[in-house]
């Protein structure tokens, strides 16, 4: 019997280890606007807890292709950056795109973030979709004067905040799971 026990306990605190937990709206919206040399994005609450940033997704419509996207992750309000994503060239559709953070950096639970995404015009345009209504809490934010380059250091030109929710959200893995990964555990 105590083994049968032993072996779901390791069992279920196994199952939390790789859990992924997100941030952001990951609901599809209603309208879109276009992110080619320009920055769109969300404010978001804290994180359910401390972790490591694994992917951004983006809900996108991408028509003609050809165009450089990718995403940055900032602190809010002080709009540092904490990591950034690989650069895609997302296909010719319309649906979540999926991009990976190169650092997958320490976020924290007593933190604000600002998810952004921009793209470089090759050919084509690439939208972001955002709800026309907004909810508390999840503000979205556009800057019409930057255009494609590196994310900087400290973000500071975020011009027009309103309550649109981006379809944006990052998985990140919650660190609390790490301290269960030694298990000993005496059946005698």
Not at 68 to 76: E, I, P, R, S
Not at 127 to 146: C, E, F, I, P, Q
Request: hydrophobic share 45%.
């Amino acid at each position: 019997m105590r083994t049968i026990v032993a072996a779901l306990l390791i069992l279920l605190l196994a199952s939390n280890l790789w859990a992924l937990d997100s941030l952001g709206w990951w609901t599809t919206r209603f309208a879109e606007f276009s992110i080619i040399d320009a920055v769109g994005g969300l404010l978001t609450q804290s994180p359910a807890s401390d972790g490591n940033l694994r992917e951004m997704k983006v809900y996108l419509s991408v028509i003609g292709g050809g165009s450089y996207v990718k995403c940055g992750f900032y602190l809010w309000p002080d709009t540092t950056l904490v990591d950034s994503t690989e650069i895609l060239t997302p296909p010719v559709d319309t649906g979540w795109v999926t991009f990976k953070f190169i650092d997958s950096a320490t976020i924290y639970a007593d933190s604000s973030y600002c998810l952004l995404i921009t793209a470089d015009y090759v050919d084509g345009v690439v939208s972001v979709w955002y709800n026309l209504t907004g909810d508390v809490g999840d503000d979205w934010a556009r800057d019409l004067s930057r255009t494609y380059g590196a994310w900087p250091a400290v973000f500071n030109t975020i011009d027009n905040v309103n309550l649109y929710p981006v379809s944006i959200y990052a998985t990140y893995e919650p660190t609390a799971a790490a301290a269960g990964q030694v298990i000993i555990i005496n059946t005698q």
